[in-house]
């Protein structure tokens, strides 16, 4: 079946700009992620929900950063006013569950370029 | 809070068996898992490991130590298409998944 689908694959903008992530999950998952990953680092965590609620957003690094699931399936990540700090790789996960052993299915990201 | 630590890189000849290692420290513990990514890929999952002991997925095994805060994966046979990083991330106490820095894994001829 069909993995995790993200959109747009790459995202250039002007600092200030206002973006809006994409990501589809795996059909039938619960559990949805999104990560940001800079050059060489690991996923560093942003926030995730479970169905439509967020259950934890504590990596969101400010409030231009804001994340929604409406209907428990696609969600979107916005940045606001967006800053040259934030070009990087997004990358969105889902999972069946958010249990020990449910691992997490990563899409093939967004690249953000702010200019 | 939660802390990981692995080599950050690690050299092998194809062919060969390789282990990287993974310390970490948590204020609770709810398994260790092991994904691998390719230069320019998405992070793919390889192994998890909630109890002591090694897991073994063909040519890779992963081992947990929960009394010394540690485990690792081992490759063997490696080959070529091996080369990537790869990331012991644990879950927290809001099921979350943390990543550390990873290993960046070369495999030379």
């Known amino acids: 079946g069909a993995g995790v689908s993200q959109s747009p694959r790459y995202k250039v903008t002007k600092r200030g700009q206002d973006v809006a992530l994409r990501c589809d999950p795996i059909s039938g998952h619960v559990s949805l992620y999104w990560y940001r990953q800079a050059l060489g680092q690991g996923p560093e965590f942003l926030t995730y929900?479970?169905?439509?609620?967020?259950?934890?957003k504590s990596g969101l690094p400010n409030d231009r950063f804001s994340a929604e699931r409406p209907e428990g399936s696609i969600s979107t990540l916005t940045i606001q006013r967006t800053e040259q700090r934030d070009s990087a790789m997004y990358r969105c996960?889902?999972?069946?569950?958010?249990?020990?052993?449910?691992?997490?299915?990563f899409g093939n990201g967004t690249r953000l370029t702010v200019t | 809070g939660q802390s990981l630590e692995q080599p950050s890189e690690v050299t092998a000849v194809e062919g060969a068996i390789v282990q990287i290692n993974c310390t970490y420290q948590t204020s609770g513990f709810y398994g260790l898992s092991w994904y691998q990514q390719h230069d320019g890929g998405a992070p793919t999952f390889l192994s998890y490991n909630a109890l002591d002991g090694l897991e073994e997925t063909g040519r890779f095994s992963s081992f947990l130590s929960r009394s010394d805060s540690y485990g690792y994966l081992l490759l063997q046979e490696l080959q070529m298409k091996d080369s990537a990083s790869y990331f012991c991330?644990?879950?927290?106490?809001?099921?979350?998944?943390?990543f550390g820095s990873g290993t960046r894994l070369l495999v030379r001829p």
């Open positions: 929900f479970n169905y439509e609620a967020q259950q934890d």
């Open positions: 996960a889902s999972s069946l569950g958010q249990g020990n052993n449910s691992p997490l299915h």
């Open positions: 991330p644990g879950k927290d106490s809001s099921y979350k998944l943390i």
